[in-house]
């Protein structure tokens, strides 16, 4: 397109190609709204090709009883997955676990389980880690 077919106009200007200005840019342009968007560089040439590429529900807010924002970000991952198949797909992990493993305390999960178990200190069941899991896999609705 030539400089005089171009729109002088728009309804959205992004500043940034990384993951989150390509996200809104493509949210905003799926909206119907026209929309530019401005790079330095290649698109996610600086933090976004530095980062691991994975979208998560945010499995770590569990421990801060943040459950709608964990529900909505699994909603979102969904939604990625659904719209994205060529590019995004689920992956396995394995999750460590040895009973002597310490993790942080100052949750509010972690300040409960030592009034409740104080002889835990700092440790999490086995029990507490299989049903935060459990919750994460429900919570979003899962299809994919």
Not at 40 to 61: C, E, I, P, V, W
Not at 72 to 86: D, N
């Amino acid at each position: 397109m030539s400089p005089k077919e171009q729109k002088s106009e728009v309804d959205l200007f992004v500043v940034g190609g990384g993951i989150n200005g390509c996200g809104i840019a493509r949210d905003a342009a799926g909206r119907g709204l026209s929309v530019a968007l401005a790079e330095m560089n290649d698109l996610a040439s600086a933090t976004s090709s530095a980062s691991t590429k994975l979208f998560h529900g945010g499995l770590r807010y569990l421990e801060f009883f943040e459950v709608r924002l964990v529900r909505e970000a699994l909603k979102e991952r969904e939604t990625l997955l659904r719209a994205m198949p060529h590019i995004s797909w689920p992956m396995r992990f394995v999750l460590p676990y040895h009973k002597d493993m310490r993790f942080e305390g100052n949750t509010p999960t972690s300040k409960i389980l030592s009034l409740v178990m104080p002889w835990m200190r700092g440790r999490r069941p086995a029990w507490l880690i299989r049903f935060g899991l459990f919750l994460y896999d429900h919570l979003g609705g899962r299809k994919i």
